[in-house]
């Protein structure tokens, strides 16, 4: 495995003060390796393609420069393309990721892995100097990634932009890099057994300028519906929601025949048609919604009914105190009161079922 060739992709925008550093720094890091240091540059006017050629009297490098595209994502994905090595890695320019990890990085490959990340959220690894408002933007970012995208789940920090992967997890992969998040196409869309993640400090800036604008987070709202609608996980929500409608449907109509049929009292006949509607919603979900993750066993299908139960009664609940906030609190109609509640407790219940249920 150690005679296989690495490819080192720098994407670049205006990086010229940090590519020697990088370069020296990353050749240490790579000795007694077979490697290239590839820069795809989108034609920066500060200099950075002249800086880093000027480099490769020294070290193995490529410069490749882009005209016509721009973007992060696709730099990384244009560096796939135009490489063969067996092994490819992503590191940022500015030293933020520090060059000396892709050695742990190797190491993980070298032990079998098919994809490894340089990670800030497992035990060891960190971001320095950020405010809390990056913090918390970074941390929902990764939350929102784990509760609409399923694969992604037990990765710590999926929207890293430093890794390194075989050639075969992209290998006809179709990647669509929309924006900063390439790693997080790469998760959905690659083919692998083996990830792991090695612990890095993510340093502070101190050449150049970053490039990370406030239409970078819109963006990725943007890469997560688009992900979500690849990955078939748009298509599970509705999926659900056509259940749900249905269990309403199965509802009322057991309510009016018990009631008007039988002449049951209306309590009591709320709470069969109620849970009627839940056993019906539990079994169209299980082999409709999520057929892939289906539970076959019956000892199985009882726990996932139990927690089905407990999660559409508070539904439930939610929907009571959201007809009670905003009728009789608020004084609102009581059919917007309760549209809003359906929708407040089918969200509920599609989340808290995608982590606990069928997870
Ligand atoms: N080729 C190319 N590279 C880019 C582009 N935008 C950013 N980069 C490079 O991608 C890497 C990460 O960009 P940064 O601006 O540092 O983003 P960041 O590290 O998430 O944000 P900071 O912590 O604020 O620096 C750097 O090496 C940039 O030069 C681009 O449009 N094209
Ligand atoms: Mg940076």
């Known amino acids: 495995m150690s005679d296989s060739t690495i490819s080192i992709l720098v994407p670049t925008y205006n990086e010229r003060d940090n590519v020697t550093a990088l370069v020296e720094r990353l050749g240490r890091a790579l000795a007694g390796r077979k490697y290239e240091i590839v820069f795809i540059d989108d034609n920066s006017k500060d200099g950075t393609a002249e800086a880093a050629r000027a480099l490769a009297v020294k070290y193995p490098i490529k410069v490749i420069v882009r005209t016509t595209e721009r ?61 809390l408002t990056r913090r918390i933007i970074s941390k929902g970012a990764i939350f929102l990634s784990h509760l609409f ?136 979900n299980n082999f409709f919604t999520f057929a892939d993750r289906k539970a076959n066993r019956a000892s199985s299908l009882l726990t996932k009914f139990i927690k089905f139960n407990i999660i559409s009664l508070a539904g439930y609940g939610i929907q009571a105190a959201s007809l009670w906030l905003f009728h009789s609190v608020i004084g609102w109609n009581d059919i917007v009161a309760n549209g809003i509640g359906i929708i407040i407790a089918t969200l509920w219940n599609y989340l808290l079922n995608m982590w606990w249920t069928w997870k």
């Open 71 to 131: 973007g992060l994502g696709s730099a990384v994905v244009h560096g796939f393309n135009v490489t063969t090595s067996d092994i490819l890695g992503v590191i940022d320019a500015d030293l933020q990721h520090p060059p000396e990890v892709v050695t742990d990085l190797i190491k993980a490959i070298d032990a079998g892995a098919d994809l490894v990340i340089g990670s800030r959220y497992v035990k060891g690894g960190g971001c320095e100097g950020w405010s």
């Open 149 to 284: 995208l399923p694969r992604t789940r037990g990765i710590q920090d999926p929207m890293a932009g430093f890794f390194m992967l075989r050639r075969s997890v992209v290998q006809g992969a179709k990647l669509q890099p929309t924006g900063y998040k390439i790693l997080l196409e790469i998760l959905i869309e690659g083919k692998f057994n083996k990830v792991s993640e090695v612990p890095y400090m993510f340093k502070v800036r101190e050449k150049g300028e970053s490039k990370l604008k406030a239409k970078t987070q819109i963006d990725y709202l943007k890469h997560l519906y688009s992900l979500m609608k690849r990955s078939g996980e748009l298509v599970r929500f509705i999926k659900f929601a056509v259940v749900g409608g249905s269990g309403v449907l199965v509802n009322l109509g057991i309510y009016s025949l018990l009631t008007r049929l039988l002449h049951m009292n209306i309590y009591t006949a709320q709470a069969i048609a109620f849970e009627a509607s839940v056993i019906s919603n539990f079994l169209l």
